[in-house]
């Protein structure tokens, strides 16, 4: 017998549990049997930059508490869904749903990230997503470089009855794209979904690869790609802040898509993201399953990462 399907915010709550616990055993111990003096409320922020809350956000945090509660005694509780409350309305305009334009046929967007970022599981669980909404999804393998990559999104491909359009090793991604997006246009495809490559280490090629991949699809639409979406991997912590400088560095990003919050205590980085970048946050991933990857939730994240079940 199958056991119960947990809820997404239940699932939520598991992958964030490293995170939440780091943030919640801190503030009790901070904050039990003390009034929040200097010292309490210098250790708190201390705590919450520790967590990648980023500095400004933290510094905010602490100055409203030193406002409406100095040299008073609060429960772990109270603290947590101040923050809780605060981080949300914090996220509220970054919380964004990935809708496609149906007006553009086919509505493509393109994926980066590095390797090993969960980019082309992420490409297959959207594909998925976007197919279950009625509409008509096709895949290009376009990191070409790694034959891992082609045959990962070929199997999802056949799992999910989704078209794949994919090379030989080592072929040109740009010529790939240009073919998918022209093949997905005749047929009438509503969303194409195109992977790219994710070497770092060769900068300036994948720079090059980006470039050429946009310079050709608009060749088939000078709108193309509609959306550039950016996968995160939460386990890298700081290090996202120097993916997305390199990333935007060789093109627009529209988006991101956080991955593996359950394998981190850093899923306060997300917040530490908000505070510089303000890019739109379209979904969380928090496992392999289809259904572990959904829309971000301001206040469904803000909750779970103070482990708490609902805002007063």
Do not use: C
């Not at 939520?12 to 111990?29: A, C, F, N, W, Y």
């Not at 034959?147 to 056949?158: C, F, I, R």
């Not at 996202?240 to 981190?264: C, H, P, R, V, W």
């Amino acid at each position: 017998m199958n056991p119960p399907k947990q809820s997404w915010f239940n699932r939520l709550k598991s992958g964030l549990k490293k995170s939440s616990t780091k943030l919640t055993e801190g503030i009790t111990r901070i904050v039990t049997h003390k009034k929040l003096d200097n010292a309490a409320l210098e250790e708190l922020e201390e705590l919450l930059i520790s967590t990648d809350l980023g500095l400004t956000l933290s510094t905010n945090l602490i100055d409203k508490l030193r406002k409406t509660k100095f040299n008073q005694e609060a429960s772990s509780e109270e603290i947590r869904t101040f923050l809780a409350d605060e981080i949300t309305k914090y996220l509220s305009p970054v919380a964004q749903t990935l809708q496609p334009d149906r007006s553009k046929k086919p509505f493509v967007v393109l994926v980066v990230g590095v390797n090993g970022s969960g980019k082309t599981t992420t490409i297959a669980k959207l594909g998925a997503q976007l197919k279950e909404q009625g509409l008509q999804v096709s895949f290009a393998a376009g990191d070409t470089f790694r034959a891992a990559a082609v045959e990962q999104l070929s199997v999802w491909g056949n799992r999910l009855k989704i078209s794949v359009e994919k090379r030989e090793l080592g072929a040109d991604a740009a010529g790939l794209a240009y073919d998918a997006l022209e093949i997905a246009k005749n047929r009438g495809d509503d969303v194409l979904l195109i992977d790219t490559a994710g070497r770092l280490h060769t900068n300036a090629n994948l720079m090059a690869e980006l470039q050429k991949i946009q310079r050709v699809l608009k060749k088939v639409d000078p709108k193309a790609p509609h959306m550039t979406l950016l996968v995160l991997d939460a386990t890298i912590g700081q290090n996202a802040y120097s993916q997305i400088e390199t990333f935007k560095s060789m093109t627009d990003i529209n988006g991101l898509i956080i991955t593996k919050l359950d394998g981190t205590a850093k899923g306060g980085v997300i917040v530490g993201l908000t505070e510089k970048y303000s890019l739109p946050i379209f979904a969380l991933g928090v496992g392999e399953k289809v259904e572990d990857l959904r829309p971000f939730k301001a206040e469904d994240f803000a909750l779970n990462l103070l482990a708490l079940e609902k805002l007063k």
